[in-house]
């Protein structure tokens, strides 16, 4: 653990609908009071309803998504302004499953992310290799590249946060070692504009795995998808970060 800020966030993806928010309420309940950052990004049509249900509590609500323009002819995009509205704090940017289904790339992302800083959100970057990248040993030239691209301009640990996901560890229970998670977290760390930038981990986090995750030196805490959904899951992951 460096000396950034720590932070667990949840990627609900396209999953949820109203009724469950009762996971969002069981968190925030086990939860009264929290020292590390906790976070959920459920989908833009929940995001509101969400941050009523979680008003008054330690736990924060956040997008997925955003348009890199401020308002317009742009059918079915929602701005960062709008999610700001709709009381979102953060936003994540530049995910893999944005990247591949729908050919974001990183300039891209980072205009998304210098329009998410001008409405106030705070930006979570994601970058991460692919297994092919990793069997060829390009996975630190990978990650530096789509880090340096990504980024906006001004980024500094008030208003971004990055969280390595390599791709192959996305939803299929495989991680790397922890040796290799902390030598790509070494090398982000070195080459972050801030360096108390918040380094999260992301793939394949669970329970079982998120306290030793959380031992390694630059890792901040994670961004969590599938054991994000239930409260269940999500609050050990809590727990291990708050311990930490
Ligand atoms: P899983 O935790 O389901 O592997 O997903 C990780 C992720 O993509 C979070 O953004």
């Known amino acids: 653990m460096s000396d950034a800020c720590k932070l667990a966030a949840g990627n609900w993806k396209m999953n949820g609908l109203r009724a469950d928010l009762d996971e969002a309420r069981a968190l925030a309940k086990a939860f009264p009071k929290l020292d590390c950052g906790v976070l959920l990004c459920p989908p833009a ?4 309803a969400m941050a009523e249900a979680l008003e008054g509590s330690a736990i924060m609500v956040g997008a997925q998504d955003c348009h890199p323009g401020e308002k317009g002819a ?16 953060q936003v994540i940017l530049g995910h893999s499953e944005r990247r591949g289904d729908h050919g974001e790339s990183s ?3 980072a205009e998304k992310a210098r329009a998410a ?16 990248e990793r069997d060829a040993g390009h996975t630190l030239d990978v990650v530096l ?12 640990s008030a208003n971004t946060v990055v969280a390595y996901e390599p791709i192959w560890a996305i939803g299929t229970g495989r991680t790397p070692s922890l040796e290799e998670i902390a030598q790509v977290h070494d090398a982000l760390r070195a080459s972050l504009p801030d360096p108390a930038i918040s380094l999260l981990y992301g793939g394949s986090v669970k329970p079982g795995n998120a306290a030793e995750i959380f031992a390694i030196e630059n890792v901040d805490g994670a961004l969590v998808g599938g054991a994000s959904l239930k409260a269940k899951d999500f609050g050990p992951i809590v727990a291990a970060l708050e311990a930490s």
């Open 45 to 48: 049509t929940l995001i509101s």
């Open 74 to 89: 742009h059918t079915g995009d929602v701005s960062a302004q709008m999610l700001a509205d709709a009381g979102a704090r």
């Open 107 to 109: 300039a891209l992302v």
């Open 117 to 132: 800083h001008v409405a106030g959100l705070v930006t979570i970057i994601c970058i991460g290799e692919t297994e092919a």
């Open 145 to 156: 590249a789509q880090l340096a691209g990504s980024l906006a301009e001004g980024a500094t």
